[in-house]
T-cell receptor, first 114, second 110 residues
Framework: DGGITQSPKYLFRKEGQNVTLSCEQN?????MYWYRQDPGQGLRLIYY???????QKGDIAEGYSVSREKKESFPLTVTSAQKNPTAFYLC?????????????FGAGTRLSVL | DAKTTQPPSMDCAEGRAANLPCNHS???????VYWYRQIHSQGPQYIIH???NNETNEMASLIITEDRKSSTLILPHATLRDTAVYYC???????????FGKGTKLSVKP
């Protein structure tokens, strides 16, 4: 099936540990995004990438890092510098066909701190 | 900040039409209105989007006022599975990302 796959579904981080969240898409989309959602809140943009080997910071990039070595993959690393990492993380991808830009989301990864 | 205003919650009887309003009075001429929904603990799901004409697909209809300052999402025959938070979004930000507000929590009741 075509779509966006996020893994793992649940992740636990120890103090001082870096963890990496996986996001893979087979939709041949150029752009990919990472959002964070806290309970009862909307989504906030962490990082985004419009093309391979290029990415930009979003509104809340501190304590996070990304890479975009392949079109299909956009992993997010939550570093030890992120002091409040407990949240629901959502990956999305999109393609602009000249009639708006529709983003499609994965099922999310729920990260908790041990 | 989100560029849209939505009621925080709405109820709808199962089988009836659900009409979800959204105000976006500062929308620019080339900005689209997008609707997404999020069922608890899942990723947001795209529903429909439009620029100035009314739109319909298999999920819903989107009615945009002539001045484009507001719109209404219509679910013609709501079911219990339509219970979710519905987000009205005007595509904004220099990054092209979607700016999510708090949305409308729609509860469909038997």
């Amino acid at each position: 099936d075509g779509g966006i796959t996020q893994s793992p579904k649940y992740l636990f981080r120890k103090e001082g540990q870096n963890v990496t969240l996986s996001c893979e898409q087979n939709l041949n989309h150029d752009a990919m995004y990472w959002y964070r959602q806290d309970p009862g809140q909307g989504l906030r943009l962490i990082y985004y990438s419009q093309i391979v080997n290029d990415f930009q910071k979003g509104d809340i990039a501190e304590g996070y890092s990304v890479s975009r070595e392949k079109k299909e993959s956009f992993p997010l690393t939550v570093t030890s510098a992120q002091k409040n990492p407990t949240a629901f993380y959502l990956c999305a991808s999109s393609i602009d066909r000249g009639r708006g830009n529709i983003q499609y989301f994965g099922a999310g990864t729920r990260l908790s701190v041990l | 900040d989100a560029k849209t205003t939505q009621p925080p919650s709405m109820d709808c009887a199962e089988g009836r039409a659900a009409n979800l309003p959204c105000n976006h009075s500062t929308i620019s001429g080339n900005e689209y209105v997008y609707w997404y929904r999020q069922i608890h603990s899942q990723g947001p799901q795209y529903i429909i989007h439009g620029l100035k004409n009314n739109e319909t697909n298999e999920m819903a209809s989107l009615i945009i006022t002539e001045d484009r300052k507001s719109s209404t999402l219509i679910l013609p025959h709501a079911t219990l599975r339509d219970t979710a938070v519905y987000y009205c979004i005007v595509r904004g930000g220099s990054q092209g990302n979607l700016i999510f507000g708090k949305g409308t929590k729609l509860s469909v009741k038997p």
